[in-house]
Structure formats: structure tokens, C-alpha cells
Nanobody, 116 residues
Framework: QVQLVESGGGLVQPGGSLRLSCAAS????????MGWYRQAPGKQRELVAS???????NYAVSVKGRFTISRDNAKNTVYLQMNSLKPEDTAVYYC??????????WGQGTQVTVSS
């Protein structure tokens, strides 16, 4: 059974930082591309950052320079370090694991709220 469990969300003031974690089980983690997506109320889910199985990273323009994605294959965990947070970063953040169209898994999401 595949599980992706996100943690680290919460309430933070503008300019603050949070670190999200996503622990995976039931998959050969090192073979998967991992991604963080987010969905704000009334908006479509969007890609925030991704990291390939060879550590190639990709970022949405809106977070480039502020967010950093990384992975630890020994711990089956992917991270999203979020700095200089803005109110517009408020959303539910989802972890994704992708190997093929038939091997595409999602976590349950973690809420990030940026507000003073």
C-alpha cells in the first residue's frame, strides 16, 4: 500500500519560513520523481516544485528563489523549504510521487496559512 504523508504545515507570518516534509512508503522511492503542488481556495492545483530521480529540480516562477525542494532517498522523504513566505502562498500543499501514468500517487495535503 502506497502512502505519502505530509507534515510541517501551519500558520506563519509574512516573511517567515516553514519546512514541509513528505514521507513515502510502499514505493521504490529513489525511482520516483517527487513534487509539491498547492491548491488555494477557488483555484486550480498548481505545481510548486519538483525533483527528478536524478535530482534535477524545477520551480514555479512565483516561488523561485524562495523555495527549495530536496530529497533524502535513505529516508524516503522529500522536503520543501519555504522562505520569505507571502500571503499568496496560502494553500493546501500536496506531495506527489510519479513514476509512470499508472504509478502516480498523492498525499492528503497539509495546510499552509501565511497571515499576520
Amino acid at each position: 500500500q502506497v502512502q505519502l504523508v505530509e507534515s510541517g504545515g501551519g500558520l506563519v507570518q509574512p516573511g517567515g519560513s516553514l519546512r514541509l516534509s513528505c514521507a513515502a512508503s510502499g514505493i521504490d522511492f529513489s525511482m520516483y520523481a517527487m513534487g509539491w503542488y498547492r491548491q488555494a481556495p477557488g483555484k486550480q492545483r498548481e505545481l510548486v516544485a519538483s525533483i527528478s530521480n536524478s535530482d534535477i529540480t524545477n520551480y514555479a516562477v512565483s516561488v523561485k528563489g524562495r523555495f527549495t525542494i530536496s530529497r533524502d532517498n535513505a529516508k524516503n522523504t522529500v522536503y520543501l523549504q519555504m522562505n520569505s513566505l507571502k500571503p499568496e502562498d496560502t494553500a493546501v500543499y500536496y506531495c506527489n510521487a510519479l513514476f509512470s501514468p499508472g504509478a502516480d500517487y498523492w498525499g492528503q495535503g497539509t495546510q499552509v496559512t501565511v497571515s499576520s
